[in-house]
């Protein structure tokens, strides 16, 4: 036999007994006996619950998202609430599941362990997108929620997100308690399996009412969907949550004409038709480049597996697709809805938005020309949402968006909102149309006005301990020598969300950040050109934002602006040495 490392025998041994199941303790024994590798890969370390919760690869061990790992931090997650809670009685949590495999099967194990300990649940009656999840939390008046969904990882994958009583993912004190109560649950003995059916309460069509009915209020423009009802949608759901709510929500809103990519609005969890089910991804949205071209249609839009995230695309004057980047739908969006606020006389003065720090700086230039407060929050919705929550009855939340696709319209979802954003996108594209204009044309006029941005993501991928210890010296290196000079421009400004200080190069100011601590580096350029640079908190990567800008002198000077920023991202990124 292969040689087993003694401490990886030790954690794997008891679970070739009971109480873990048969199929478990079979699959266990099989990889001592034949597969050493797998083995150490399954056990060599606890599958960790992080700030956001739990993400692996499913299957047997200490090291893979199983019914086992999912009790243990559910038993935390319930030990965290009971301490949090002592006086309300009972404590409620809501739970839902995307198109994962072994969806349904956590998601009932989250709900005995949680009614198990005497807290009430609300199950989903099946699967259901995770901004709906951050709905039903505060819809219901509950005190946490959890949806299981891997986003948009490859198919082997699943995870377990953790809300807080506010719709948002957890965030600090809350992510590290839960943590801290998650890392005491030492055992099976630890964890209470053994549900209370009575404390289990199926939901579903009442809330999906509730959720698409607050959507429907975000409609600035009812009477203009009228007259564009029958503009042709391209939809995909990529085999996840969308399948139903998104049609049915655009429907409500008053668009009749979607146009469904049917080999993909079949739910399954093994994503038979894309190799990533990432709407980031081109190949992702191939199948409904093709539809729409063969349809004539206005829009193409692609929500992932846990309908969080939207990827869209829109035709050119050739009438070719193209695929636009969070930065650009993100830009589309609040540049419609602030524009609309402000010719309806909604805004009062006392408005935001909010944005990432590595999102487009276009989006702050837009909204202040109308006047409206833009704030910056460290990457990571849940940020948005603390937001939004801090300043509740004092601030109008109005937008807000990241990069990564994802958008939120309105308060009562608090997480990035795919759903609501097919609907919100929908009706900007049918603003465009009353102007007679496509949304490329509407974006080139944006950039028209508050200048040409063009962003590139850029991500080195470095395995291992030595690729570890390759990103941190890349960091180090960045932060003890900095660029002063960018593509042969300028470094105006520099900012170090791990110092927490913002220094002007130029007068030698320097300034505190306030937002928590994160190894993060930016440097800012006197061109409005922008680099972020971060290690990656769930991939052995480091990433590179690059934010290039310049003024459009006229729509007919856009190719030749276009290309003039690549060559000037490309310049920077030799600059940097992240080629």
């Avoid at 965290?80 to 995307?98: C, G, Q, R, T, W």
């Avoid at 524009?339 to 909604?346: A, F, R, S």
Wanted: proline content about 5%; hydrophobic content about 40%; glycine content about 8%.
């Amino acid at each position: 036999m292969n040689y087993i490392d003694p401490v990886i025998l030790e954690k794997a041994r008891p679970w070739t007994q009971p109480p873990f199941d048969e199929e478990t303790r079979t699959r266990v024994q099989w990889l001592i006996e034949n597969d050493p590798a797998e083995l150490t890969e399954c056990f060599y370390r606890d599958l960790e619950f992080g700030t956001g919760g739990l993400r692996g690869i499913m299957g047997v061990g200490t090291n893979r998202m199983n019914i086992y790992t999912v009790g243990m931090a559910t038993q935390g997650f319930a030990n965290y609430l009971k301490k949090s809670f002592p006086a309300v009685e009972p404590i409620k949590v809501v739970i839902a599941h995307d198109s994962r495999n072994n969806g349904p099967l956590f998601a009932q194990t989250t709900a005995n362990v949680l009614s198990a300990n005497g807290i009430k649940v609300y199950l989903f009656d099946e699967l259901r997108p995770t901004p709906e999840l951050s709905f039903a939390v505060r819809y219901l008046g509950c005190q946490g929620g959890i949806v299981i969904t891997a986003s948009h990882n490859p198919k082997e994958y699943n995870g377990y997100k953790a809300y807080w009583s506010d719709g948002g993912q957890l965030i600090s004190p809350h992510d590290k308690n839960v943590i801290t109560e998650v890392n005491k649950i030492r055992g099976l003995d630890d964890v209470k399996f053994t549900g209370k059916p009575e404390l289990i309460e199926i939901i579903g069509d009442e809330v999906d009412k509730a959720y698409i009915e607050n959507i429907r209020k975000l409609s600035l423009n009812p009477e203009l969907i009228k007259k564009h009802s029958e503009m042709k949608i391209v939809y995909t759901p990529i085999h996840g949550t969308g399948v139903k709510l998104a049609p049915r929500t655009l429907k409500a809103f008053g668009f009749s004409n979607i146009i469904t990519v049917e080999e993909q609005m079949v739910v399954s969890g093994d994503f038979p038709t894309v190799h990533s089910p990432n709407p980031e991804e081109p190949a992702a949205l191939e199948l409904a480049i093709r539809k729409a071209k063969a349809t004539g249609a206005t829009l193409l839009m692609g929500t992932d597996p846990d309908g969080d995230r939207v990827g869209i695309a829109v035709q050119n004057e050739k009438g070719e697709f193209v695929l636009l980047n969070g930065n650009q739908t993100a830009s589309l969006l609040i540049y419609y809805i602030l524009k609309t606020w402000k010719e309806k006389g909604l805004l009062k003065g006392n408005e935001f938005i909010v944005k990432t720090i590595v999102t487009s700086e276009l989006l702050s230039e837009i909204a202040q020309k109308f006047g409206v407060e833009s704030f910056d929050v460290l990457t990571g919705f849940k940020y948005i949402a603390d937001l939004i929550h801090r300043f509740e009855g004092q601030k109008t939340f109005i937008a807000g968006g990241e990069e990564s696709y994802g958008y939120l319209v309105g308060d009562f979802v608090r997480d990035k909102d795919a759903i609501s954003s097919c609907a919100m996108i929908a009706e900007t594209a049918a603003w465009a149309a009353e102007q007679g204009k496509t949304l490329y044309q509407l974006l080139k006029e944006i950039y028209l006005e508050f200048g040409f941005y063009k962003e590139t993501l850029l991500s080195l991928t470095r395995k291992g301990k030595a690729g570890a210890e390759e990103i941190k010296q890349m960091m180090e290196n960045y932060r003890n020598h900095p660029p002063v000079e960018l593509g042969g421009v300028k470094v105006l400004i520099i900012k170090d969300y791990l110092d927490q200080k913002e220094t002007n190069l130029e007068t030698s100011e320097v300034k505190p950040i306030d937002l928590p601590k994160s190894d993060v580096l930016q440097f800012f350029l006197i061109d409005g050109s922008k680099v972020t640079v971060r290690p990656s908190g769930t991939e052995p990567k480091i990433k590179f934002y690059f934010g290039a800008r310049t003024q459009l002198a006229s729509l007919d000077a856009f190719e030749a602006t276009d290309a003039a920023l690549d060559a000037k991202i490309k310049a920077i990124i030799r600059d940097m040495g992240a080629a």
